[in-house]
């Protein structure tokens, strides 16, 4: 590694060989980041980072499946040579399930929320003092899509991690059961995004001593693989709202936030 590279900021993007995680890697490039990109798919990974940086200076490449804890493990291991530091992780890496099929669904929470979770957990000894978080999540996200009666559970001031999982866990068991409907669950899509986003309100509690601010961001519909062409914004600017969430404040945290503006959750 350069060791001029440690004066610049560095940002850690998961799910980033293509659609939001390329373009908020290219965006942060731009903003004087150095990148280290991430992908499940290698050489796919890999041909992204080099069209960023063909000479591998300021966009450095890293394998990573965020539901393999192996994966985040090795991540974790190699990243000492290839960044000092995290000042910005980004997590990005999603998919998506609104219909009725119980592994799509089973996936789509094992990505969107426990591989956010895990790989922060990992990450977070890289993360110094004013280092940042940014959770990429939807407005499916928002509380007005699960039952009312659901609500509390999840804005509990006093709401911890375990019992965050514990919530997590009662809806896939509802879903193995068929119940998630009557039990006032929305989609998988919509549940794995709501919990991402009462992590980010615990995380920004529990790591605001060091200093570290943690918040969410909605990109909007987007015309991605996963959004379709139908969706009203382009990449670059649902990108820019990654960014954007990425340069807040250090003292801007536990929020949820659209184009630079923090949102009601």
Not at 47 to 70: F, G, K, S
Not at 95 to 114: C, I, M, P, Q
Not at 197 to 221: F, H, K, M, Q
Not at 248 to 253: R, S, V
Request: hydrophobic share 40%; aromatic share 6%.
């Amino acid at each position: 590694m350069d060791p001029a590279a440690s004066r610049h900021p560095t940002a850690l993007v998961t799910g980033a060989n293509r659609g939001l995680g390329l373009e908020t890697s290219r965006q942060l490039l731009a903003q004087g980041f150095r990148v280290v990109l991430t992908s499940r798919r290698e050489k796919e990974g890999t041909a992204a980072a080099r069209q960023l940086d063909p000479n591998a200076h300021e966009v450095l490449y890293h394998a990573l499946d965020i539901t393999n804890m192996q994966s985040i493990s090795t991540l974790a291991a190699d990243l000492p040579a290839l960044a000092p530091r995290i000042d910005v992780l980004v997590n990005n890496a999603g998919v998506g399930s609104w219909g009725s099929n119980l592994e799509k669904s089973k996936e789509t929470v094992a990505v969107n929320y426990l591989g956010s979770r895990d790989v922060t957990d990992a990450l977070l000894p890289f993360l110094p003092r004013g280092g940042r978080i940014v959770n990429v999540s939807s407005g499916l996200g928002e509380l007005s899509y699960i039952r009312r009666d659901l609500r509390p559970r999840f804005t509990d001031p006093s709401l911890t991690r375990p019992a965050l999982d514990s919530l997590v866990r009662s809806y896939l068991s509802d879903l193995d059961s068929g119940n998630a409907k009557k039990a006032g669950w929305p989609s998988a899509y919509s549940v794995s995004k709501v919990a991402l986003n009462a992590l980010t309100w615990i995380l920004a509690r529990d790591l605001e001593p060091r200093g570290i601010s943690v918040n969410s961001v909605c990109p909007g519909w987007v015309r991605t693989d996963m959004g379709g062409r139908g969706a009203p914004r382009s990449i670059p600017v649902g990108a820019r709202s990654i960014v954007l969430a990425a340069m807040l404040p250090g003292d801007a945290t536990g929020g949820f936030y659209r184009d630079g503006k923090k949102i009601p959750w």
